[in-house]
């Protein structure tokens, strides 16, 4: 079975002080990694898509990077709006019965940054 | 561009009442979808379509139903509803895998469900 694990479950970091958000998984076949961010009472908002291990994405402050068994989001000197839940998730080659392939989301992390 | 919208925002119900949630996006995407989110687990599929006219089951379809009747819209239904279905649904949507944007989901901003 797919596996999504997040950690931490929540995080507080002084406004500039940089930190690393982690997503492992287990899931045969990797066909995709996504990061998103949720703000509180809204719905996910996508970030990145990561498809080989090694590849790297960059938005603003944030850095996402892959490996064979973990995805780190790098939160370089965050700023306070940087202040949401980020959650992750991985598509497997498993299909429903309806041909879409099945995408498990992790829990997330949410993150505080104070100014 | 409004994106994607769902109505109503908050819901109370009695236990076996019934309600209909309506989704709407205005992106011209072929994929829908309708997740629950409870806390500490995460967001799950209940039902989806690729596309008017198709419905199909994802993780956790019982005790709902769905239709898409047209392209733009994805009602999800819950016919006598249960405690088991407080949670926050989320309505999504996304280009068709032709596109090269078709892994990133648009999601609707939540109705918050409460069943007593």
């Known amino acids: 079975e797919d596996q999504v694990t997040q950690s931490p479950e929540a995080l507080r970091l002084q406004e500039g002080e940089s930190s690393s958000l982690n997503c492992s998984y287990t899931?045969?076949?990797?066909?995709?990694l996504f990061w998103y961010r949720q703000d509180p009472g809204k719905g996910p908002e996508f970030l990145f898509t990561?498809?080989?291990a090694g590849e790297e994405k960059e938005k603003e402050r944030l850095k996402a990077t892959l490996t064979k068994k973990e995805s780190f989001l790098h939160i370089t000197a965050p700023k306070p709006e940087d202040s949401a839940t980020y959650l992750c998730?991985?598509?497997?080659?498993?299909?429903?019965?309806?041909?879409?392939?099945?995408?498990?989301f992790g829990t997330g992390t949410k993150l505080q940054v104070i100014p | 561009n409004a994106g994607v919208t769902q109505t109503p925002k908050f819901r109370v119900l009695k236990t076996g009442q019934s309600m209909t949630l309506l989704c709407a996006q205005d992106?011209?995407?072929?994929?829908m979808y309708w997740y629950r989110q409870d806390p500490g687990m995460g967001l799950r599929l209940i039902h989806y379509s690729v596309g008017e006219g198709t419905t199909a089951k994802g993780e956790v379809p019982d005790g709902y139903n769905v239709s898409r009747l047209k392209k733009q819209n994805f009602l999800l239904g819950l016919e006598s509803a249960a405690p088991s279905q407080t949670s926050v649904y989320f309505c999504?949507?996304?280009?068709?895998?032709?596109?090269?944007?078709?892994?990133?989901?648009?999601f609707g901003p939540g109705t918050r469900l409460t069943v007593l």
């Open positions: 999504a949507s996304s280009p068709t895998p032709a596109s090269p944007s078709y892994n990133e989901q648009f």
């Open positions: 998730a991985v598509q497997a080659p498993r299909t429903y019965s309806g041909g879409y392939q099945k995408v498990t």
């Open positions: 992106m011209n995407h072929e994929y």
């Open positions: 899931v045969s076949g990797l066909r995709g």
């Open positions: 990561l498809y080989s």
